[in-house]
């Protein structure tokens, strides 16, 4: 991989060097969300409450996991340009740093979610029938923090490494352990039929407890796998490091960071205050939000992919001060990562309908949903090109102009927006997925700006 993004390399090799970080990256996320489907649809077959108790608290995990991942954001960009200047030394005081934060970052939220997970169900207006439910669901998936966190940094480091395939196969190992535990841990005893065998499947009934249980160990398996890859890794383990705090290696790296966390945390704070306006709509809505969200996010796999790829290969010409090569990059992502988010919106507005059959049997929350995936389905376009600038501005280190710019587009038009016509003006789900449309569409106009100015770029010499 070196080899490829070292020196002057060919339109043909950088091409080639995208595909080889994006396609693991593309695949790990598709399993990821083919558990969520799986998930989904088997706590929907639950009931409508299930569904809603599960997804009422979704939003705190975006909150908590985009924070972690705002962290591994500043080692991303340390690391990877550490790798473009062939500083093997320091991208290796780098890990061992992300180590040492990975074990304060676990155990910190570990202690704050286990603590608040009896309130935050009322602190997200869900509905009193279904606030213990989702008390216990959220209290066991988040027992594991530490091992989520590790996976969550640990997998950054990696992919920081050009290293994409190793994160890719835990994922896909973790995807396994789920599904196959959701199966047996949901669902109650029952004969199945195979081949005219009638066989005898042991289950244990738990319902949306056993959903929960099942993700906490695919989790802590997980994050005990990534941390054992990372441990031996041929080029960016951290043995023999020290794992006191090197504030030479975190100054830049939490510089980085800081506005990254505050992006983050600020939307998906945001995200929260969306989700209880969302869940004071009844549970049709919710349930109708959950899916869609759900369903949505396999659609924007081919971008979060590419970006990826974008923040790696960036930080690397950075580090390799090759100007020529980072426009080049830009040149070749921009057209890629449009056609693919157009044919995805495609797909996504063609499929809503089925695609929400699959999760839910209620008539009402199937037409809701297939209505608000068709009107995000329109905008996917211009969100990807918002996601390839960002990754590019975040492979360099800078941070701060994507941290305002989401800010203003979650606080300014979708959370306000939202605010004003579900609150005040009593309109329902629809209105509030068209702010979020309008919060897309700003993202857009500010990064093309960004980029036709050449701000993103910090080797641009015009």
Known sequence: M??????????????????????????EQL??????????????????????????????????????????????????????????????????????????????FTILTVSLSGVIPVWMQVKPGIQKMASAYFFIL??????????????????????TKSPMKIGLLVNLINVALNFLLIYPGRQVEIFSLRVAIWGAGLGVIGAAIASAVAFTVGGFCITFVLWRHRTISPRGQRFFPDMQILRPCMR???????????????????????????????AAHTIANTVESAFYIPGYGMQTAAATLAGNAYGANDGKRMKRLASMLIPLETVLMIGSGFCLFVSAPFLMRLFSAHE?????????????????????????????????????????????????????????????????????????IAHNLLLFFLFLLCYVRGVWDPLDTK
């Not at 027992?143 to 969550?152: H, V």
């Not at 600020?266 to 049709?284: C, D, H, K, Q, R």
């Open 256 to 286: 980085v960071a800081f506005p990254n966390m505050l992006q983050r945390f600020g939307t998906s704070l945001g995200y929260v205050a969306f989700a209880a306006m969302i869940n004071s709509l009844g549970e049709v809505s919710t």
């Open 364 to 436: 009402a929350v199937i037409a809701l949903g297939g209505t608000v995936l068709r009107m995000v389905a329109v905008s996917e376009p211009f969100y990807g090109f918002s996601i390839i600038i960002e990754g590019l501005m975040m492979g360099v280190g800078k941070t701060k102009a994507p941290f305002v710019y989401n800010i203003i587009g979650m606080w300014l038009v979708r959370i306000t927006g939202t605010f004003v016509c579900t609150q005040f003006l009593g309109f329902g789900l629809v209105s509030a997925w068209a702010c979020m």
């Open 142 to 163: 988040y027992l594991p923090m530490l091992p989520r966190t590790a996976s969550i940094i640990f997998g950054t480091v990696l992919r920081s490494a050009g290293d």
């Open 31 to 108: 399993m990821q969300t083919a558990v969520q489907y799986i998930d989904t649809a088997m706590v929907g077959s639950l009931g409508t409450e299930a569904t809603a108790a599960v997804g009422s608290t979704g939003t705190i995990n975006w909150l908590i996991g985009s924070t972690i991942s705002a962290v591994g954001v500043g080692f991303l960009s340390y690391i990877a340009k550490a790798h473009g200047a062939k500083e093997q030394d320091a991208a290796k005081r780098a890990v061992a740093q992300a180590v040492l934060i990975t074990c304060v970052l676990g155990v910190f």
């Open 2 to 27: 070196d080899k490829k993004i070292s020196g002057q390399i060919s339109d043909r090799s950088m091409l080639a060097a995208i595909l080889t970080l994006a396609w693991p990256t593309m695949l």
